[in-house]
Structure formats: C-alpha cells, structure tokens
C-alpha cells in the first residue's frame, strides 16, 4: 500500500484501540504512532506502541505491519528490548501473528479479515480488539523484571525526560539572558548541556543512594550539583557543581523529579527487603518472580502486624529505612480484631491513647501500627484512601503526624486516593508539597501548629478561597465558642460556606453516610453579625444576596471560588424519610440552580480569547453520531433528513452536546479548547447529577422512589439525557 493509504490505515487502526481504552478494558492508556525508540541496531519507528504509561516509558506491546510476510525479526527484537517487553505483534494480510521474543517464535495467530470485505469494515476493528486483548494478559507474563531491563530502556527513558525538558529550559534561558554562557552558540546547546550533565548526576547518584527520596522537586537540581561534589571519587570529579553553573527551570526540574521517581520505582539498584501482602497474593508474586527469574524479598509476612516494634527485635525483622505501602483494607474490624489492633498499638504508642470509633476501618488501624515500628530518620511513601483528610478518625492520624513526622508530600492521585511522603522524626525546615486543585506548598514548622482540617482544604481547595484561610479572615475557632446562630445558617448557605462544607465531607462511600459532620472554619463574629442583618428566604435571588454581602466584606469575587460555571456537589443536612416529595423537589431545584446551571458551549467559552469558532445548524436536533471511519464523523439529526461531517472527534461530541440546549451552536476550531469545553461541561454535570442523587438518597429510604426522583429533576433541568452523559464519562474516563 502507498504511504498515504498506509498512514490512513494506521490512523484508523490508533482510533480503534484509543476508543477501546476509553471503555477501561484494557491496561493500555494511550497509543502512538511512528515514535523513535532506540534500539542495539539503531533507530526504529515501529508502526504503533500501546503504552500503559508513556512519561515513564512502560509499553504493553507494540504492532508493525510489513508490506508482506517478510520481515527484520532481529530489528524486532532490538526494539523490544528497548521498549521492556516480550512480545510483539506483525500484523499482514494473511496473518496477525503475536511473536515472542526470548525464542523468536510464532506464539499465537490471529486470522484477519480480507481487505476486500467493505461492508465487514467492523471486523477489522474486532480483529484489533482481539490483539488487545491477548497483549493484555501477555503485558503481565512478560513483563521484564527491573535487573533484566536494558540499557536501551534506560536509555530512550532518560532522553525521554531530557527531550521533553529541552525546548522549556531552552525558552527558559532565552526569557533570562543572564543565564546564558557566553562560550556557547546558543540557548538549545547550553540547554542540552545542562540537562545532560543534570541526568548524568542523577544515575551517579542513584548508583551510590545519595539522593533522599523525599527530595522536592524544586530542591532536585541544587542536591544534584551539591551530592555530586561530595562523592570521594576522581573520576567523577566533572559531575561537580560548576561556579555560576545555571539552575533548571521549575517545568524541567518536574520533568526530572519524576524520572527520579520511575528509577526509583523500578528499583534499578535496589532489592526489597521485606515484603507483607495477603497470602495468596505473597505466594503468587513469589512464584511469578521465580518463574521470571526476579529477586523477591528477604522476609514474608501476611500480616503487617506480624512485624515486631524496634525494642522486640533485632537486626533483618527490623523496617527498612525506605517503605513503600499502599494500604486499602475499608472492612470493619470485628470486636475481637479490633481489641488485637489496638493492644498492637499501645506497644507502639505507649503514650497515646487511641479513640477510634468501632466503625473504623482496618487500614487506619494498620496505618497507625505502621508509623509506629518505623525507625527514625526512615522514609514512608504510602497510598490511602482519602478519607483520612475528613473523616471521624482523621483527627488522631494528622496529630500523629505532626508531632513524630515530617510529611514532605502529600498528593491526591483520584477522587478516593490520596499518596503521603514522609519521614519519621521532625524537620521544621522542610517545605509541604501539596498536589491537588492547585500545586502549593506549606512550611511543615506551620502546618503542625494548625489544625488537622487544614491538609484537607490545602490539598482541596481552590486559590481565592484558600487565600482567605491565608488571609485569617476565614478561620477555625481555637477554643469551641458560640457563635451567631442565625449568621453561622447564612454563611453555610453561601456559595463560600458550601466551597468549605464540600471540600472537608468525606471522600469516599462508607464515611458519606455517616453522622459525622467536619469543623467549618468561619468568618468573624463582626461578619457574621453582618450576615444575620439579612433579611433571607429560601427565595435564590435573596440567597445570592449572603454572597453580595460576603462579596464586600471580604473582598473576593464569589464567582473565583469555582472554576467552572457550576459548584461541586454539595451535601445537606440529613432530613425526615418522609419529607414531602414535592417540597423536596423544588428544594434540590432551587440548590442546582442557585448554584448555577451550566450553559454549553456558551459559560465555557469566556476564559479563552477570541477563537476561531463554526456555525453548526440545529436541524430538528439533537443530533447524534451516526458512523465513523478513517477520522471522520458522520452525524444526523433526529429525523434522519440531514447530515454533518466532521474530521475532529471533540467537535463531533460537542455538537451532541450543545444540540440538546437552545442556543446557538458555535463550536472552537481548536482541537485543545474543544477537548477542554466537553471535558468540562462533563465533569459539571457528573457533579450536578451527584448532587442530586444523593440528596434524594438522603431523604427517601427506598432507593427506587430515590432513583425515580433524580431521574424526575434531571429531565426538568433540560440537560443532556443522562445515559448519554454517563457513556461520554466513560469513553473521556471523566471521574471513574
């Protein structure tokens, strides 16, 4: 086939696994075509990689499609050694056949359709599906142990990092021409410099476990040069830091924090020590690892509690100075675990007095014993659900935290998971990373004096309300005093007391439901006396007056405390099962839309500048997709008498979705504001729906009565049907 022809089909052929992956079938996350990879005999640019995570260059399987049954198996094998894989596929018009790679022998065969079967183009697509599917349990078989990964791994890993870097801190030198170095010819080579020298410092590092693992990435770039000049060898004197040697720029020094990262985490010049999991899961990775010929740690355990405190012990039983964990245990302990559990934790803790709640989960438990058998000066990194940021016990770990640890990390990697990074002992001059609603960081000296409501609206919160915690014009009461009943009801009512409500709630299923109810941090009494003046209803323009009146006490625009036209999902109180269903209605009514009801694509539209924007006709709308293929989209409307063809997969989505409203449908040419316009507008009605349901859900008992009303007040608010929103949130994987 001509070039053409074949770029086409390789098109095709990416939609297809893309939208695949979109369903959460697959390990995959994204696919890519032609990418460089280098390999022992040169550079290769295989026809299609299914990564499981590019940045940090982990490949699932790769596809090449010879113009015949010929082809470079040894090129083949190189770039699967580079990639870190063992199986590839070649894919003819006789065969799709899966080749391992150890042996170079044919593993397992796919027949394909005949390219002639127009009318069965869909048997391409499940042909496809089913290379997928077999890269899916081969991703897992083959996967390549760490000591076995090759230096061409290592290799097109670091570039990786290195090329991403280049042209930011080439514009970084360029926008700080007192940076750049005379003696070089340009920006780019000075650029190139840098961060080769800075990823040379990095391996050296590394190979001698100099570098910290609770490292910043804003600290990365003066601790390499520093480390580096500290090594007693020679040879390696070039690494040292130079005089004037210019810094990275905050973007490159991400970039490589995370390449740290990935090194570390493939443990490249490390093995584990100690190893706890369930024993099923212990005695399978034991065996997977014999079988791959990997490492497996010194020492077993099913039980973390199985591991003694410092004073019982001696040498290997003790923790390693660096730990990994990820802790998800939600069951309920019974009583007599939870008595075992907590004599476990007066051994730890002598000093502490533990008052959990019985609804307590086991990982709170396991948690706490795990802080406590740690050795000083030790490092944790460990992954939990969120609810440890709110939730009835989140008091007694937070305190722990701030008087024994120093926690240099904290970050939220979904809606029910939060990552921490920390050591055992205090640091008063490290400075707390939070990676949430915004990248801020807080001095630790500070943030163990507050209160332990703080990590969570740190972590959570957007700017303009999170200022005001800054500001004190928002804060927690030190001492429990009583406050202006009927100004403390405004204040809730407002936008910026629901911001605050919705940010400290529970984070995940178990907790949402409980009786417990988070501090708000409050405003001044003088303010809410203010807010008691109001004369206020139910009515929504007279509740938009607590936010006029907030508006100019406090100097904050109430529009800033969300970024998009809607509030998140904010819950009430709970109410009487029987309430009046109609009296209900209206008041969830009235919630959504005095929070706003998003208008699409119109309310996303204003933060970007003019774009360059097509009219597309209503038509007897909504329109829906009617076919795709080759990168167009073909939709009709709902009498089936008219047509729109589109080639950008976001434009086609976003016509749906604008079609279902009243206005105008005037769409961005741009694919990136496009893309970010549905993504949004999506994630506004997840939210609103949220909402919705679980205010019927907290005031009927019968969940069918419950579903029936949400399904009642979505239709009345003349938003998108909702199965349709549901199958957008999945195919964008938006909240799942």
Known sequence: MDSVTRNRFLQQISHWAQDYISKGRSPFRKTEINPTIITSSGTQTPDLVLWINQESFVAGGFIIFPDDENFDMAAAQACSLALGIRYFATWTAQSISVWSVDDRSLHSQILPPKATDDDQIDLFED?????????????????????????????????????????????????????????????????????????????????????????????????????????????????????????????????????????????????????????????????????????????????????????????????????????????????????????????????????????????????????????????????????????????????????????????????????LSLNKGSDNSVETIFHGEVMRSIAWSKLRQLEPEHLALALFLPEAPYRLLQQNLIQFDLVPKKHNDIGVEQFKNSNLGQCYSHHLQPKVDGAKHSKWSPRMPLPSDAILAALENLAIDNDPAHLARIDEELERLLDIEIASVNHSPTVAAVPVSHREAKEDKKKLSNKIIQLIQVRGVPEFPTHYMYEFYLPELSHYSRQDSPWEISSEFMGTYQLKNQDNDAEIAVSNEFTAHAIVLASYGKGEINLPDDRTICSTIVTRYLDDLDDIHTTIWRECHAALHQSDTANRLVRKLWKELGLPPWNTIEKYLKRFNING
């Open 127 to 419: 042909s496809l599906i089913q290379l997928m599917d077999e890269f899916r349990t081969l991703a897992v078989l083959g996967l390549c142990p760490p000591e076995k990964l090759s230096f061409w791994h290592l290799t097109n890993l670091c570039i990786g990092a290195h090329n991403r870097a280049l042209p930011l801190l080439s514009e970084h030198f360029r926008r700080n021409p007192e940076l750049h170095t005379k003696h070089l010819p340009s920006f780019e080579v000075q650029a190139q410099e840098k961060l080769s020298l800075s990823i040379a410092r990095l391996l050296t590092l590394l190979y001698f476990d100099k570098i910290p693992y609770n490292l910043p990435p804003e600290d990365l770039d003066h601790a390499l040069g520093y480390l580096s000049s500290e090594l007693n060898d020679q040879s390696l004197s070039a690494l040292k830091l130079a005089k004037n040697e210019p810094t990275l720029d905050e973007n490159s020094a991400v970039l490589f924090h995370h390449l740290l990262r990935r090194l570390d985490q493939v443990s490249i010049f490390n093995n584990s020590q100690i190893e706890v999991d369930q024993p099923a899961n212990l005695a399978l990775k034991h065996l997977l690892r014999k079988l791959m010929g990997c490492p497996t740690g010194q020492h077993h355990y099913t039980d973390l509690f199985q591991l003694q405190p410092l004073q019982h012990v001696d040498g290997p039983q003790q923790l390693p100075p660096k730990i990994k964990a990820c802790l998800s245990n939600v069951t309920i302990p019974t009583t007599q675990q939870r008595n075992n559990f907590l004599t476990h934790l007066r051994l730890v803790w002598p000093s502490h007095t533990f008052e959990f709640h019985r609804s307590t989960p086991t990982w709170v438990y396991q948690f706490c014993y795990l802080l406590g058998i740690m050795k000083t000066d030790s490092h944790l990194c460990v992954q939990l659900p969120s609810s440890m940021l709110s939730s009835p016990f989140s008091d007694i770990i937070i305190e722990l935290l701030q008087e024994h640890f120093t926690l240099h990390e904290i970050s939220r990697r979904t809606s029910q998971v939060a990552h």
